[in-house]
Structures are given as structure tokens and as C-alpha cells.
């Protein structure tokens, strides 16, 4: 039988915590130190599976590297045109940030490569990202839309002007990767804001990077040079310590420590704060290019709210948490434009639909959202929940214990250790009930 949650309720939750690494700015320092020049180190580093899958990518790119302990890593990179062939199809497991941004990368080698991934990546889509890098030159093919990506190396790419129809960091910065290796500048537009990781962190490592608004602008550079940095806490897994504080925090709160707070990623402290939310940041510093802060979480009364449509693609991985605070809120709390979800590890509307159904969370699916009705004083009953694979969703749903009348058994959570290796142990020592077995 495939790993399972079982998740009791719990009185409170209370102390403090540190999350692991940051997932999407772990797999570009990764890249990025690869194709540098010169060993960089890379501390914080998120030994998750997702991010362990670009580690082995890079191995196979001829790249080496020293892991001497798990969230310590040093890269010798080869140099911007230093990679060289894989003997073999590069396997990136469950990661969709790993597949767009190597199809970017490798697009501009001199070799051919294959991308293929597990059952849940094979069916996601490519033709986001192969369209747009096929206009710059590059021999990209999908297979009807999807893995495996088989890539034609050897190519001379021209940098374009190119205008995203969706908000989407990955393909912005697949676009930013290939546009490294270019003729002529490279020019990403984008409708919203993405996380700016790969911006930030290419001008660490010394590209010609000029953001003006929604504008990113990337030229050819002869080199990129190694550095140090160190990863943030990852602000998408604290996002379900943030929830399980304000649902169930003692009377000190829980303090959440070194947590990554670009403002492209906490779309969901603006949200969580609209519905009445006590959240305090302190300690405010910079790492690796990157804000950071501790954040304490007081136990709040939520109200349920409209979440304007601007302020979902900067809480898009957090919005299946969001679901289980606005189940515990006040009145109703809608959620529209995020049809983005239907297209994640798992459909995420469809996988926390019938999650919050078979706890009884009065609620409505909608196509690009959901409508859920608040049940501030009224516990949900425990269940049995499909995560679908979805470690976002295995983990929203063990937060959802703490306001459950019975048990809430979790079918199919080993997925969770591609975002949070650790996620049981962490959650247990701040009083979240949940055991795997
Ligand atoms: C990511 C970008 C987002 C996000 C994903 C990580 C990244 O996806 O949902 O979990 O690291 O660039 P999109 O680019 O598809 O919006």
C-alpha cells in the first residue's frame, strides 16, 4: 500500500519552526551554479525529491557535485557552454519547475536531450514553454503537448520579444535561460506578476538583467560567475504552519523562523490579512537576493472574503491551504481566476473538492476557483482524502485535522517529500497530530 497520513485532532498547535529550503530557488541555484564558472555553494538547500531530481540532471550533465550534508551542496560549474551530453533521458520525477527550466536550458547546447518524468509530469503541459523558445530557434517537441520533451541540440537562437497569455515564472524563466545563449536581447513580458527568483538570481551570478515592470530583458553574457548563497525557508511550506497557527496557535502564537518573503510569493499573508488575520514579520533581512523574516502567527478570528483575482498568481501553491483557513472562517470566501490550479501536481480544484467533501466542508467547485461557505463554530468531520499524489494537498489536509471532530486518513502522501522531506516530524513537534503509516 502507498504511504499514508493519519491525522487526529489536536488541541493547539504552539513553539516555533523552521521550514526547509525554498524549492524554486533551490532548482535554479543549482542550474545556475552549473553553468558557471568556478565551485559555488549553495546552503539551505532543499534536499526534497523535486529539487534532488535537477541534482541529478545537472550529475548528468557533466556537472559535479558535493552534497556533504543534505542541504549543503558545492557545484563545480563547467561554464556556460561546458555541459555535456546525457547518456540517457533526464528524469525529472514530479517536478514541473525542473522540466520547463531545463527545456530552456538545454535548448541552447550543442547536444540533444530527452525530458521525461513520472505519471503526474508526463500528463502536464509544454507547449507553454516550447512555443515561445521554438520562435527563438530552438528544436523543442513534445509528444501531443506533453513529456516526453525531445530536445535538438545544436541550434543558433535569436533572442524575441515575447508577451506571456499566463502569468508564470517558469516560463519566463525558461525563456531567461535560453536567452542567455541568444543573439540579441531576450524580452519577457509578462500579464502579472511571477516569482522573480531567477531575475534576482541571475544578476548574483553576474547576467545583464534589466527589469522594468512586468519586463524582464536578458542579453547573451560571455560568463556567469560561481558564488555563495544561502536558500530561504521555503514561504510555501511555512504557509501551512501560517494556517495551522491562525486556526489553532496557543496564546504565544507560533513563530516561524527564516521564511523566505519576496512580495511575488506572499500573495497569501495579503489574503490571509483581508480576512483578519494576526500575523507579525520581524527580523527583516536579505539573503541570497532574497528578503527573509520570522513571522509569528496569533490564533485569528477569519472573516470570509472575495479574493480579488490580482492577488491569486501570488498565492497560486498556496491557494489549496487557503481553502481549509476559509473553511474556518466567518461567511462565505470565493476564490475565481486560479484555473491554473487544474493544471498543477495534481487538479487542485478537483483533488481539494473532494478532500473537503469527504470531511464535510460545505463548498462549491468552480471552474477556475471555488466558493467556500466558513464554518467558523462548527468542526468538520474526519474522513478518508485522496491527495492525489499532491504533496500540497496531503499537507493542506493534515492541517485540516486540527479542526476535525474524528481522524482524517490521507491516502497517497509520498509526494511529500518532494517539496518538505521532514513535514511529520516538524508538524508533530508544534502539536499537529499526524503519523504516517
Ligand atoms: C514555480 C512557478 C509556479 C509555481 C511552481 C513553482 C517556479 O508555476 O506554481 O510551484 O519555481 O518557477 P508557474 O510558472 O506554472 O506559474
New binding site residues.
Partial sequence: MTAQYEARPAACVAGELTVPGD??IS?RALMLAGIADGRSEIGGFLAGEDCLATLGAMRSLGVSIERPEPDRVFVDGVGLRGLSAPAAALDMGNA??AI?LFTGLLCAQAFDSTLVGDASLMKRPMERVAQPLRAMGADVRTSGGTPPVRIGGGRRLRGIEHRLPV?????K?ALLLAGLYAEGATTVTSPAV??D?SERMLRGFGAAIEVDGLRVRVEPVARLEARRLEVPGDFSSAAFFIVAGLIAADASGLLIRNVGVNPSRTGLLTILRAMGAEIEVSNAREQASEPVADLRVHRSELRGIEVPKAWVPLA??ELPVLFVAAACARGETVVTGAE?LRV?ESDRIAAMSAGLRAIGVEHTALPDGMRIAGAADTPWHGGVVDSHGDHRVAMSFAVASLRARGPIAIRDVANVATSFPGFVDRARAVGIDVRES
Avoid at 502569468?167 to 516560463?171: E, G, R
Wanted: net charge positive; proline share 0%; glycine share 6%.
Fill in positions: 524549492k524554486s532548482h514541473g519547475t520547463r502569468a508564470s515564472a517558469q516560463v524563466s511571477s516569482r527568483h497560486i501553491d491554473e498543477k
